[in-house]
């Protein structure tokens, strides 16, 4: 047995609905609009929030949670990601240029996760306090913009 061999289970497949093709069909006269009303006519568009009358899903949902209007997304690099780089300054532009970052706009924060062997410069728009503890234990700087 190979794929070419391969078929189809029967009853697996439908056949289309032919609307509109007489009597006979199963689907004649009204294809399956029924009579008068909105959706029997041409034009006509069902919205998927519009229920007919009955109290709409997301009025009878209740609302949680909190959004922060005031949230700013940051970008975040780890120390392992700057050790990987083996570079000696390493700023906003050069991780963008690596594709480490996707964004110039927003803001880079570095974190102390991984360790780094050799003295690196970074300069960034936040660090964490294990970040620059562990930059300067390598003999590195940390500036912030």
């Given amino acids: ?67 922060n209007i005031f949230r700013e997304d940051v970008q975040i690099v780890n120390l392992s990601t700057i050790a990987r780089l083996q570079i000696p300054e390493v700023n906003r532009d050069l991780l963008y240029e690596k594709g480490i970052i996707d964004n110039l706009s927003k803001p880079v924060k570095i974190l102390g996760a991984g360790e780094l062997k050799e003295a690196v410069t970074v300069t960034a728009n936040a660090f964490s306090k294990t970040a620059i503890e562990k930059i300067e234990a390598s003999g590195g700087k940390a500036i912030i913009l």
């Fill in 1 to 67: 047995m190979d794929l070419g061999s391969l078929k189809k289970a029967s009853g697996s497949t439908k056949d289309r609905k032919r609307v509109g093709r007489g009597n006979a069909s199963g689907h004649g006269k009204t294809a399956g609009r029924g009579h008068k009303g909105y959706h029997s006519r041409s034009g006509s568009k069902h919205r998927a929030w519009v229920e007919g009358g009955t109290m709409p899903i997301y009025r009878r949902l209740p609302k949680r949670g909190f959004k």
